[in-house]
């Protein structure tokens, strides 16, 4: 699977910001795909996860303020993200893996088979 995200940018706090992440190669409704993030000196860590199944999940820090979504007729899964904070300045990184069941998620990044290259998200004072 290749992943390409993209719709980062800059952004007052307060703001908005859409996140896409488009893929191809292989047939997208059987992956996993979340989002993770990574700030300047920090480890990547967990934003959300939408499994096959449909079903959301969040890092609880976040929990109302992102939404993911995904449309598997576009190949495609998004991250709408409200009510941005400067501490949520990060690359965020588009990530798929391929579990047997539809529910399975997971939280680590090390769990990850394929990844997009990232987009800037820069939330200013």
């Known amino acids: 699977v290749q992943l390409q995200a993209s719709g980062g940018g800059m952004v007052q706090a307060g703001g908005s910001l859409s996140l896409s992440c488009a893929a191809s190669?292989?047939?997208?409704?059987?992956?996993?795909m979340s989002w993770f993030r990574q700030a300047p000196g920090k480890e990547r860590e967990f934003v959300a996860a939408i499994p096959r199944s449909g079903r959301t999940y969040y890092a609880e820090s976040l929990k109302g303020r992102f939404t993911i979504s995904r449309d598997n007729a576009k190949s495609a899964v998004y991250l709408q993200m409200y009510s941005l904070k400067p501490e949520d300045t990060a690359v965020y990184y588009c990530?798929?893996?391929?579990?047997?069941?539809?529910?399975?998620?997971?939280?680590?990044?090390?769990?990850?088979?394929?990844w997009g290259q990232g987009t800037l998200v820069t939330v200013s004072n």
């Open positions: 990530a798929a893996v391929l579990y047997g069941y539809g529910d399975s998620y997971s939280r680590r990044a090390s769990e990850y088979t394929y």
């Open positions: 190669g292989r047939t997208f409704s059987d992956y996993a």
